[in-house]
């Protein structure tokens, strides 16, 4: 998101999903030299940036008529993963943005979940890039994986402590749907996800998956209410 011309249009697609709070990977930021972002939709930005190089990278950006007052953040200085904590209006909401990396990812979220769940409080969003395709059969045309199972299999066994959902493939259990093309693999993976803690399903009301655009990643929308403000859904 370094070029404008790159920055136009990806606010321009947000504004057309109608965004309210949206995170995103890899955009490629700066420590100290992150450029100006306009102010007009989204009031609020939060980065996790490397700190040497244009690599990597992890914002939040929040719509203008949010109500959000941020209490405490996480960064990384890998620019790998992000933690928000705040109020929206009165409710108590975490959210937490996580680019991992293409090899080792497995113990990597295992770890930083861990540090997420001593952050944690109130309602919990994660979304983000895991590289990883958390049911193979389903979640792959190629229906493989080359990560072993046992990693995957401790990574839900992490997400599951977390008490965290996937909060697609539970609206969607059979339906096979992809977020990310890989030309090295010649394949269609979903390895894009938005989760929230079972305690938050009630509040829950759609979930879908875009089209592959602007990026070689197709977004992830889910909206959910938010308790302290009648009548509002929120989208991330």
Request: net charge positive; glycine share 6%; with cysteine.
């Amino acid at each position: 998101m370094n070029s404008p011309q790159k920055r136009s249009r990806v606010l321009q697609h947000l504004r057309s999903l109608h965004s309210d709070i949206s995170i995103f990977q890899e955009t490629h930021f700066k420590r100290g030299k992150i450029p100006n972002l306009p102010l007009t939709h989204f009031s609020q930005w939060y980065h996790s940036c490397h700190v040497s190089s244009k690599s990597k990278g992890v914002s939040v950006a929040i719509r203008r008529n949010v109500p959000f007052t941020l209490l405490n953040s996480m960064t990384d200085p890998e620019g790998r993963f992000l933690f928000l904590k705040g109020l929206i209006a009165s409710t108590l909401v975490t959210i937490a943005g996580v680019y991992a990396p293409n090899f080792g990812q497995i113990p990597w979220l295992i770890y930083i979940l861990g540090r997420l769940q001593s952050f944690k409080e109130g309602l919990l969003i994660v979304g983000g890039d895991l590289n990883a395709a958390l049911e193979p059969p389903l979640d792959s045309t190629a229906k493989s994986s080359c990560l072993p199972h046992r990693q995957l299999r401790a990574l839900k066994k992490k997400l599951s402590c977390l008490h965290l959902i996937d909060v697609w493939r539970l609206s969607h259990p059979h339906d096979r749907d992809y977020t990310h093309y890989s030309e090295v693999h010649r394949s269609y993976h979903r390895i894009d996800y938005l989760f929230v803690q079972s305690s938050t399903l009630p509040l829950l009301r759609s979930t879908s998956i875009g089209n592959i655009g602007i990026s070689d990643h197709a977004p992830v929308s889910l909206s959910v209410t938010i308790e302290s403000l009648p009548k509002r859904m929120y989208t991330w």
